[in-house]
């Protein structure tokens, strides 16, 4: 592969068969034809009906589809249409949150510029981007964005927002010297890639790459590649609904075994499918229905929902709810620092005046308010001349605007991203545009020059017989043409032990991670109209400003909440070293001592060298996308579960890699936001961490909700299997085993799903991945509550033998209804007592069990559908001492709970 930035032109232009005047009309579509189109490729569109069918590739499904087929051979309509509903349900759901998942490509496409300016035969012409090709010569300009992956041989002036590509905030000055074959892509000052906006002056070069082979095309390909492997909550569910499989399929043939040997049946019986052997056979679809939580997908559902709309409110929105619960299984974040970490801003945070006195300035992004602090004492900047003419110079030398918006109450800016934070810190000290130019008015400007490394700004001063000329810049270019300095009383001769002296504060600034710019000025004659360069001498030296990418104010409380949760946090970035070990330092992350990683030091490493500085690394910067993916593949190697983070087009590989992929909403690109399955709507890095504790929660509430449905199924077997062997009947009908499964514990289990948090969550560690959503832990009071039900339900069975089959299953049905509602209180918290965690706290509950009382009174009571599930009417008093009966197993969960944990394990 040719390493282009290494080239020289000329050996370019060879190597591509062109010059400066670009290739022939002929030659174009020639190489159009050999290379394709400038585009990124289509991967083959998945039909939607695909993506429907996609949903019915579930164990749980399957065992579903089971019990439909068996209860439709035997006749039972009813079960067949409710299961069946159930699974076209979740079906629909799933379908409407993948339907939009897979877009990353289609948007990558859409930050390609549809014209670009190309000379052909040297005339400059304005063709469809589509059609450049290698070895085309394409003009750029200010504002533009670059149609392909560009070698400049010509340059004025001319930089890039590389952020998008690389992370790194400031614009690059570009240059058309070739480099060292190993430079960062970052780095690569010669270069200007497709899809990167220009941000000043102009510039030529010869395209070197299109469509699919630019580093916007690699980014395409790495998306592409990434197989998204199964969530965490579809393996965890995968396995429940195997375990629900085997109980089910298994206890109904014990049962149709245990009502074959109840009723004497033999092998005769069998092959003449006589009336016991059908006997038995409806017995077994009984306890089929019984043994398979037909609610519980339903409940999964409402408690994914439930959970994304929490943490929707707390500024995390989910595309795919399994991630819900896959974040409270998160141990490692590896974030971005730009725009995620950072404010994406270019902020003035300390002035050194030209008299040594420092200034420090407060404030948050663009938003022009802030105080001027010295010595941490607040001032007035305008009553402080030289302080008052730095501001001046920094509100005039410059060319970017601030705007607002007033209907989002935002400020925006146009131009270079540094020159707007001059603008900021001058409206800061309330030096507006309309303020500056009551007492001038700029005749002239000279853009800033990567070659001279400064700008400069000619002012009439309105009144006066003189001129002023305004010069910002590097610091160093602005102290070599310097002679005087601005004090508070006079304008005096600068020594060179001062400009030592300031130049060493410049350095300390720069490993503080600051962007240094000096300010100077001079006065000029009335009659001059024009800058010229040799007027760049001879200046008053303002002072030197220190401009940061400030980190966002949360962001140190959120990583140590991180940690405090046992959360590994990863910076990685594009941007330069030295900014990202500062920034790393200053918000936590890094302590005195701790270095970061490049690309170039992980090139050049061995596979378990690399494995290692994973591990133990966790600042890595001037990374490319590429090494971004490779990060996140090692971690997942290691058996971390990942949530990457990030905004730009550089980060949405390994955000579709990570087993949590969260995208920034407002600075992230679509790309990103399509690739990842939650976006943060204020992008804050905060967010993150409050979405991680909702999603513990979560599991929490997915696995307490499961337990109470889980038991009702296990407490109707034992029952089923008691009554069979005791007394040779059946104590439910399948009919009304699909009410306690689907009403009954709706009505019990939903509100579970709403189940706030009762403890300090995120101060636990985060659970092992393996962890099932049945436990071992969860075993003893989901089988001493069953047991209990059971007891219950077979002793009124029993009891009410005598009164007719028909009333006995409607006192045995009421009884397990009713065990079932008050069970669901004990499973608001399977460790700590109901009263300990608050009795009321949760009034969903309170209201279901309220709603599903009443209609459990009335579906025994009224005709209509005692006659649909062949119930018998039970009086209102026998029906209250039932009640009180299934009260019972409230107070065992109680009792378990408080004997287990509060007496033996000591646990508060």
């Known amino acids: 592969m040719v390493k282009w930035h290494a080239e020289k032109t000329e050996e370019i232009f060879k190597e591509l068969s062109s010059d400066h005047d670009g290739v022939s009309e002929k030659e174009a579509a020639e190489r159009l034809e050999k290379y394709g189109p400038n585009k990124i490729e289509d991967e083959k569109a998945v039909h939607p009906v695909m993506i429907f069918l996609k949903q019915f590739r579930s164990g749980l499904v399957y065992v579903l589809f089971a019990a439909a087929g068996i209860s439709f051979l035997f006749d039972k309509m009813i079960d067949v249409y409710v299961i069946l509903a159930i699974i076209l349900l979740n079906a629909v759901m799933g379908f409407i949150q993948e339907y939009k998942a897979e877009k990353a490509i289609q ?255 407060t404030g948050e992004g663009w938003i022009p308010e802030g105080d001027f602090l010295e010595k941490g004492s607040k001032i007035f900047p305008l009553k402080k001349p030289n302080l008052e003419k730095l501001l001046h110079i920094a509100g005039v030398c410059n060319e970017a605007e601030l705007t607002k918006k007033e209907e989002e109450d935002k400020y925006e800016i146009v131009g270079d991203p540094t020159e707007a934070s001059l603008v900021v810190l ?28 400064y700008r400069a700004s000619l002012s009439v001063l309105l009144g006066e017989k003189e001129n002023q000329l305004y010069v910002v810049g590097a610091p160093e270019e602005i102290m070599e043409a310097v002679e005087y300095v601005q004090t508070e009383e006079e304008v005096r001769k600068i020594g060179k032990e001062e400009k030592e002296e300031m130049l060493r504060r410049v350095e300390e600034m720069t490993q503080d991670a600051m962007r240094t710019i000096g300010l100077a000025f001079k006065n000029t004659e009335e009659e001059k109209r024009e800058i010229k360069k040799e007027d760049v001498k001879g200046l008053v030296l303002a002072g030197v400003v220190g401009i940061v990418d400030p980190p966002r104010p949360e962001v140190k409380e959120a990583l ?111 790309v ?48 089923i299997i008691t009554s069979l062997l005791l007394l040779g009947k059946l ?84 009884v397990m209804a009713f065990t079932q509602l008050f069970r669901a209180f004990n499973m608001r918290d399977m460790k700590r007592s109901v009263f300990k965690i608050g009795f009321f706290k949760n009034m969903y509950l309170i209201f279901a069990v309220l709603i599903a009382l009443i209609l459990q009174v009335a579906v025994i009571r009224m005709p209509f559908f005692q006659e649909i599930f062949n119930f018998k009417a039970i009086g209102y008093g026998e029906v209250l001492i039932l009640i009180a009966l299934s009260s019972l197993v409230f107070f065992f969960g109680e009792a378990y709970k408080y004997v287990h944990y509060r007496l033996i394990r000591k646990e508060e």
């Not at 545009?433 to 400007?445: A, T």
Request: charged share 25%; glycine share 8%.
């Open 107 to 361: 948007a990558l496409k859409e930050m390609i510029v549809p014209l670009a300016k190309v000379y052909r035969n040297g005339k400059l012409l304005e063709i469809s981007a589509e059609h450049i090709v290698p070895g085309d010569v394409v003009a750029l300009g200010e504002g533009t964005r670059i149609p392909a992956d560009v070698r400049l041989f010509y340059v004025k002036d001319f930089r890039t927002n590389e952020a998008s590509l690389t992370g790194e905030s400031a614009p690059v000055g570009k240059h058309t010297e070739p480099l060292d074959e190993e430079t960062d892509l970052g780095d690569m000052k010669n270069m200007a890639w497709m899809g990167t906006f220009a941000a000043g002056g102009k510039a030529k070069g010869v395209v070197v790459a299109t469509g699919s082979r630019t580093a916007f095309g690699s980014i395409a390909k790495d998306i592409s590649e990434v197989e998204k492997k199964g969530g965490h909550f579809e393996e965890k569910i995968g396995v429940l609904a195997k375990q629900m499989a085997v109980f089910a399929f298994t206890g109904a043939f014990i049962i149709f075994l245990l009502s074959l040997y109840v009723q004497g049946a033999g092998v005769e019986d069998v092959l003449l499918l006589s009336e016991g052997f059908r006997e038995s056979l409806l017995f077994a679809v009984a306890a089929l229905v019984s043994g398979i939580p037909e609610g519980l997908p339903a409940i999964l559902v409402i408690v994914l929902a439930v959970g994304a709309t929490r943490m929707a409110k707390r500024k995390a929105i989910i595309r795919s709810l399994p991630a819900t619960e896959t974040l409270g299984v998160t141990d490692h974040i590896v974030t971005d620092k730009t725009g995620t970490l950072t404010q994406n801003t270019m902020n003035v945070r300390k002035i050194i005046l030209a008299d040594g006195k420092e200034v420090e300035v």
């Open 560 to 670: 140590s909440r991180a940690k405090e949760a046992g959360i590994r946090v990863i910076m990685t970035t594009g941007d330069h070293k030295g900014t990202a070990v500062a920034i790393a330092k200053e918000i936590g992350l890094a302590g005195e001592g701790e270095k970061a990683l490049t690309q170039k030091e992980l090139s050049g490493m061995s596979e378990k060298e690399f494995e290692e500085a994973v591990s133990r690394v966790n600042v890595f910067a001037r990374l490319t996308p590429h090494m971004k993916l490779n990060i996140a593949k090692a971690l997942q190697e290691k058996g971390a579960v990942v949530a990457m983070t990030g905004d730009g087009v550089n980060d949405a590989p390994a955000v579709k890699q990570a087993d949590i992929g969260i995208a920034m909403g407002i600075m992230g690109t679509d």
């Open 672 to 719: 990103t936001k399509e690739a990842g399955e939650i976006v943060l709507a204020d992008d804050n890095f905060a967010s993150i961490v409050n979405a991680i504790e909702e999603g513990r929660i979560v599991f929490r509430n997915t696995k307490q909700a499961s337990t109470n449905l889980i038991s009702t199924n296990f407490a109707e077997y034992v029952t």
């Open 426 to 453: 001058a409206q800061k000290a309330g030096l507006s545009e309309e303020i500056i130019y009551e007492k001038e008015k700029k005749i002239d400007d000279m853009p800033f020059s990567s070659k001279l490394k």
């Open 731 to 814: 104590p439910f009908l399948p009919t009304q085993i699909l009410w306690l499964n689907l009403i009954t514990d709706g009505f019990s289990g939903a509100p579970l799903a709403v189940e706030p948090g009762h403890s300090n969550i995120l101060k636990e560690k985060p659970r092992d991945k393996n962890e099932g959503i049945l436990t071992r832990e969860a075993l003893p009071i989901l089988v001493l509550t069953a047991v209990v039900m059971a007891t219950i339900t077979f002793f009124v069975f029993n009891h009410y033998q005598e009164e007719g089959v028909e009333k006995a299953r409607t006192a045995a049905f009421s």
